[in-house]
């Protein structure tokens, strides 16, 4: 199973971001992967069918600022 997406930036180009994948349940660290510049696509493989948090970082930093997260989302 896999937790997938696409990143941009706020003028909608493809952009290259960290993106971390947490277990809702439990909280732990699923795994993390840096978005493809070209495409903005991102897959992170998981053995977990349920809810997951995705957090999409800047590659400058990684603090709390301009941090996207999503909760919910479910690997296909």
Do not use: C, W
Request: proline letters at 3%; hydrophobic letters at 45%; charged letters at 15%.
């Amino acid at each position: 199973m896999f937790l997938m997406g696409k990143v941009t930036d706020s003028f909608g180009a493809n952009a290259a971001r960290k993106v971390r994948a947490y277990r809702e349940d439990t909280g732990a660290l699923v795994g993390e992967t840096v978005s493809l510049a070209s495409t903005g696509t991102y897959q992170i493989e998981t053995t977990y069918a349920g809810e997951h948090t995705v957090l999409i970082y800047p590659l400058v930093t990684e603090t709390a600022l301009n941090v996207l997260a999503f909760r919910g989302v479910i690997p296909v």
